[in-house]
């Protein structure tokens, strides 16, 4: 389908391909700001990091592996969904008819954006949940742990021209 649209529709996916790595990128930015608020001393916390080895009531696993558990489970949930609303994604648009390949184009290009950006809203809960940790425990190995986490479930639905080919039935 790319490759008999437009230069412009064409273009506007390699906009979407630079919306994505903006905000890739700014997992590195929180990064570098908790670095230099723990490098500055500047930020007091209510909690040591020591609370994240207590257990949670009835069960004997700490915080900390929770902490990890629940960032997998986001990450497997997000890539899962991608999966699944892509291929009902390419499934509806080869059933739907539709006046000519800009028109697809458009409507692939629209629903692809919903799909993308819930998943990266998904995954960047990880980051969040990391931030938290972070700002209650200045913990700083495990955020940076977490953010890993969330860049690999960006990787995992980086936008490319090649997710726009698909074959007409």
Same mark, same amino acid.
């Given at each position: +389908? *790319? !490759?008999?649209? =437009?230069?412009?529709?064409?273009? #506007?996916?390699? @906009? $979407?391909?630079?919306?994505?790595?903006? &905000?890739?990128?700014?997992?590195?930015?929180?990064?570098?700001?908790?670095?230099? +608020? *723990? !490098?500055?001393? =500047?930020?007091?916390?209510?909690? #040591?990091?020591? @609370? $994240?080895?207590?257990?949670?009531?009835? &069960?004997?696993?700490?915080?900390?592996?929770?902490?990890?558990?629940?960032?997998?489970?986001?990450?497997?949930?997000?890539?899962?969904?991608?999966?699944?609303?892509?291929?009902?994604?390419?499934?509806?648009?080869?059933?739907?008819?539709?006046?000519?390949?800009?028109?697809?184009?458009?409507?692939?290009?629209?629903?692809?954006?919903?799909?993308?950006?819930?998943?990266?809203?998904?995954?960047?809960?990880?980051?969040?949940?990391?931030?938290?940790?972070?700002?209650?425990?200045?913990?700083?190995?495990?955020?940076?742990?977490?953010?890993?986490?969330?860049?690999?479930?960006?990787?995992?639905?980086?936008?490319?021209?090649?997710?726009?080919?698909?074959?007409?039935?």
């Amino acid at each position: +389908m *790319l !490759n008999s649209v =437009s230069k412009e529709s064409r273009k #506007s996916t390699h @906009i $979407l391909i630079k919306v994505w790595f903006t &905000m890739f990128s700014m997992q590195f930015v929180y990064l570098i700001i908790c670095y230099f +608020m *723990l !490098n500055e001393k =500047s930020y007091k916390t209510l909690y #040591s990091p020591e @609370i $994240l080895k207590n257990t949670i009531l009835y &069960m004997n696993i700490d915080l900390y592996t929770n902490i990890y558990i629940l960032s997998i489970i986001i990450l497997i949930g997000g890539y899962l969904y991608y999966k699944k609303a892509y291929s009902k994604l390419v499934n509806d648009t080869q059933e739907k008819e539709f006046q000519n390949i800009e028109e697809e184009f458009k409507y692939f290009k629209s629903k692809y954006l919903n799909i993308m950006f819930t998943c990266l809203a998904i995954f960047e809960i990880i980051a969040v949940i990391g931030l938290i940790v972070f700002l209650t425990t200045l913990d700083f190995s495990t955020m940076a742990i977490l953010i890993v986490i969330t860049a690999i479930g960006f990787l995992l639905v980086i936008p490319s021209e090649s997710k726009f080919i698909y074959s007409r039935i």
